[in-house]
C-alpha cells in the first residue's frame, strides 16, 4: 500500500474504530452465548457440490471467527451426538460460558466430532442450564436437521424460555428443505432470534458470522435508532466567489473526508472535455456555466454525480462514496503476533469462478477502501489458506483477523542415520509432501514440493508424509504440525558409498561395444532408480536391497548381483561379463546384401539380426540357432564358449 494510502486509511480507521468503540461502551453488561454444533453423523456429508463436510466447514467457519471474539464477552461451547453412536442422551456443555474466549476455545473447535444421533432439544436445554439467567444471553445453533430423537423444539422452547425469558436462538439451519426450515423457524419467532437457510459455503460462512457478531453485540430485537440528519458539505463562506466547490464523505451521515480525494471534472456530453484532474481533500473551480459531470475515487471506491453549474453562484456538492474500511491481518494461532507478508486477496461475493480479485497485497495490516457490499477475503501464507465473507457497510470499519491455524516445517537431509545423521545434502534432493485425500487416486495428494536444500513450508495443521528424494537415494517420513508449531525435521538418507566395475573374460571390456550399468531397488515393487553409459560410475544409494547389472551394448551379454547395503558403507562391485566371440561367415550368397543372418538362444529370442556377409558379434556363452536368408536357405546350430573367438563358415551347406 503507497505510504499516502496507508495514511489515509489509518486515520479512517481510527475514526472508525473510536465510533465502534464509543458504541461498545455504552453496552450495559458483556453478553454471555452458548455456540451448540450440531455432531451429529450427518455433519460428515456434504453441502450441495462443497469438497468439505458440513463439520469441517463450521470448524474452519468458527476457526476464522475466533480472533475477533471479545474478550470481555462470556462464551461456551456445546455440542450433540458427537461422542457415541445412536444415543440420544448424547449431549455435552464442552466449555461453559467465561471471559477469554478466543483462546479457551481453539482447542475445542480442532477437536469437535460428528458420530451418533441429533438430540438438539437435549443440547439447547443444557446450553440454557449453563448461561444461568445472563443477560444479555443467547444461544447460536448450527444445525443440519432437526432434533431426530422424539422432541419438538417448538414445544421444548416454552420450558426453556421460563426460566430464561430474556433467551435469544440465532439459528444457522445447513442444507434444510423447504418443510424442516418453516418447522425450525419456530426458533427465531419464539425468541426474536434469526435464522439463516445455509445452501452453500458463501452462505454458510456469511450466516455463521451475522450470528455470531448478533450473539456478541445484542441481546435481541431492539427499536431502530432515529436516522441521524444528512450530513451536509462544507459550505462556502459568505460571500465566496461563484464556482463549484467539492468535498466527500463515506457515507450520507459521516464526517467529510480531509485526506486526497482523485477528482475528475468533464463537461457533460458524448463529447465531453476533461476540465480537471487532480487530487486534493476539497477542489475550488471556476467553471463556465452548465453541466458537468464529477467523479470521485479513493481506494476501490469510486462515485460519479452531475451538477448544473449556474453563473455567478457557489454550487457546493458533497459526494457520497458508500465505502468502508476492511482491515486485514493474518495469524497462524489466536495468541502469535501478525504474520509479516501473508497474501490478501478481495473478490465481490458475487464473482464467477476465475475472475481475478479486485486487491491483493502483501503486508502484515493491510487497510484499504471497499464501496459498501459483500466480499471474499482470503489470507494464505505458504499453504495454510482461509477464506470467509464479509459485508462492508458505508462509513464503517470492518477487521478479518485471520487464524490461520497454520504451523512451519523446516526440512533437511543428512547422509547419515537417525542415530548418527553425518553431513547435510547440500545438493540434488528433492522434498515431497503428502496428505491424505480419498479423492486421490492412491489416497494420497501432493500439496507441496520444492528443490532447495533447507525448504521451509507454513502449513495448515495436519498430517504429513514427508519424502526426501535424490536420483538414486530416498527417505520417508510421517509428522503431525499443529497450530503455531515450528517442526524441524532432517531425514536421514542412510547413504552407502558404490563404485562400479566390469571385466569381460577377466579384462575391462575393450572395442566400440559400451558397458551399461543398471541399478534396480528390491523390494515389494522392484524399480529402477538408475542408467548409466559411465566408465567406472559411483552411486551414492540409501540402504536397502539392489540388484546391480551391467550389460555389453545390445548382446545378451549380462552379469548381475544382489547386494544388502548398510549406511555407511562403501562398496566396489565388479561385475564379471561372461562371453565368446564368433564371426559368421558364407562365401556362396552372390553379391553382397544378398544374405540375411539371424541368431536365437536357446529361448527362441533373437540375439543378432545382420546383412552383412561376415557379422562379428559377442553373445553369452551356450547353444545358438543360425539361419540364414539366401537363395540356398540355412539352418544350422553352433555352440558360444566363454573367452573364445570361434569363426563359423557355413559355405556349401
Not at 449556474?310 to 501478525?338: C, E, F, I
Not at 533437511?412 to 547440500?426: E, F, I, K, L, Q
Not at 498430517?463 to 503431525?480: G, I, K, P
Request: charged share 20%; proline share 8%.
Amino acid at each position: 500500500m503507497p505510504p499516502l494510502s496507508r495514511m489515509f486509511a489509518g486515520c479512517l480507521v481510527a475514526a472508525v474504530v473510536a465510533l465502534a468503540c464509543a458504541g461498545a461502551e455504552g453496552q450495559d453488561a458483556p453478553p454471555t452465548t452458548m455456540i451448540v454444533l450440531d455432531g451429529s453423523g450427518s455433519m460428515w456429508g456434504n453441502l450441495g457440490t462443497e469438497k468439505l463436510s458440513k463439520l469441517e466447514m463450521a470448524r474452519a467457519a468458527l476457526r476464522a471467527l475466533l480472533p475477533s471474539l471479545r474478550t470481555d464477552a462470556r462464551i461456551g461451547i456445546a455440542s450433540f451426538g458427537h461422542r457415541r453412536r445412536g444415543n440420544c442422551g448424547d449431549a455435552e456443555v464442552i466449555l461453559p460460558p467465561d471471559i477469554n474466549g478466543p483462546e479457551r476455545l481453539t482447542q475445542p473447535v480442532e477437536k469437535l466430532n460428528a458420530m451418533g444421533k441429533g438430540p438438539l432439544v437435549l443440547a439447547l436445554r443444557e446450553s440454557a442450564q449453563a448461561i444461568a439467567g445472563a443477560t444479555p444471553a443467547s444461544i447460536v445453533l448450527v444445525a443440519d436437521d432437526l432434533d431426530n430423537c422424539g422432541q419438538d423444539v417448538c414445544t421444548a422452547l416454552g420450558d426453556i424460555l421460563a426460566t430464561n425469558p430474556n433467551l435469544v436462538v440465532h439459528t444457522v439451519a445447513i442444507g434444510f428443505d423447504k418443510p424442516k426450515l418453516d418447522h425450525i423457524s419456530c426458533i427465531p419467532r419464539q425468541t426474536g432470534g434469526k435464522l439463516w437457510d445455509a445452501q452453500d459455503a458463501v452462505g454458510f460462512n456469511s450466516a455463521i458470522g451475522q450470528a455470531v457478531k448478533l450473539a456478541l453485540l445484542q441481546s435481541g430485537p431492539t427499536a431502530p435508532a432515529p436516522e441521524p440528519a444528512q450530513a451536509e458539505a462544507q459550505k462556502p463562506a459568505a460571500g465566496a466567489p461563484p464556482g463549484l466547490y467539492l468535498s466527500a464523505g463515506l457515507g450520507p451521515t459521516s464526517a467529510t473526508l480531509d485526506t486526497p480525494v482523485h477528482w475528475r471534472i468533464t463537461k457533460s456530453g458524448a463529447d465531453g472535455q476533461p476540465v480537471r484532474d487532480t487530487r486534493a481533500a476539497a477542489v475550488f473551480e471556476k467553471l463556465e456555466p452548465g453541466s458537468y459531470d464529477i467523479e470521485a475515487d479513493v481506494g476501490l471506491a469510486r462515485a460519479r454525480q452531475t451538477v448544473d453549474v449556474a453563473a455567478d453562484q457557489a454550487v457546493q456538492v458533497r459526494v457520497d462514496l458508500n465505502a468502508g474500511v476492511l482491515k486485514m491481518q493474518a495469524r497462524s494461532t489466536t495468541a502469535a503476533p501478525p504474520l509479516t507478508s501473508p497474501v490478501f486477496t478481495v473478490s465481490p461475493a458475487k464473482a464467477d469462478a476465475g475472475d481475478a480479485p479486485i486487491w491483493v497485497g502483501r503486508d502484515t495490516q493491510p487497510e484499504i477502501l471497499l464501496p459498501a457490499g459483500d466480499y471474499v477475503v482470503t489470507a494464505q501464507n505458504g499453504l495454510a489458506r482461509q477464506q470467509t465473507s464479509v459485508t462492508i457497510g458505508a462509513a464503517t470499519g470492518t477487521s478479518f483477523n485471520s487464524m490461520l491455524a497454520s504451523g512451519t516445517l523446516e526440512l533437511s537431509a543428512t547422509r547419515g542415520t537417525a542415530a548418527v545423521p553425518g553431513d547435510a545434502v547440500d545438493d540434488g534432493v528433492t522434498f515431497i509432501l503428502h496428505q491424505d485425500d480419498p479423492d486421490a487416486p492412491q489416497g494420497r495428494r501432493e500439496v507441496a514440493r520444492s528443490a532447495a536444500p533447507a525448504p521451509s513450508f507454513m502449513l495448515p495443521s495436519g498430517t504429513y508424509y514427508v519424502t526426501a528424494r535424490t536420483a538414486t537415494s530416498e527417505a520417508r517420513d510421517q509428522l503431525a504440525i499443529g497450530a503455531g508449531d515450528v517442526v524441524k525435521r532432517a531425514l536421514p538418507l542412510s547413504l552407502a558409498q558404490v563404485k562400479l566395475s566390469a571385466t569381460l573374460g577377466g579384462q575391462p571390456p575393450t572395442g566400440t561395444a559400451p558397458v551399461t550399468y543398471r541399478i534396480v531397488r528390491l523390494g515389494a515393487e522392484p524399480h529402477e532408480i538408475a542408467r548409466t553409459l559411465a566408465k567406472d560410475p559411483e552411486f551414492e544409494l540409501s540402504a536397502g536391497q539392489y540388484r546391480f547389472e551391467a550389460s555389453l551394448g545390445g548382446s545378451n551379454v549380462i552379469a548381475a548381483v544382489d547386494l544388502a547395503l548398510g549406511a555407511g558403507q562403501t562398496q566396489k562391485v565388479n561385475l564379471p561379463l561372461q562371453g565368446g566371440s564368433l564371426t559368421l561367415k558364407r562365401t556362396d550368397t552372390g553379391a553382397p546384401g544378398d544374405i540375411f543372418w539371424e541368431v536365437r538362444d536357446e529361448k527362441q529370442k533373437t540375439v543378432l539380426r545382420s546383412s552383412q556377409p561376415q557379422p562379428t558379434a559377442v553373445l553369452a556363452p551356450g547353444r545358438y540357432a543360425v539361419s540364414s536368408e539366401t537363395s540356398t536357405p540355412l539352418m544350422s546350430s553352433i555352440e558360444v564358449k566363454a573367452n573364445e573367438h570361434r569363426t563359423f563358415d557355413f559355405t556349401g551347406q
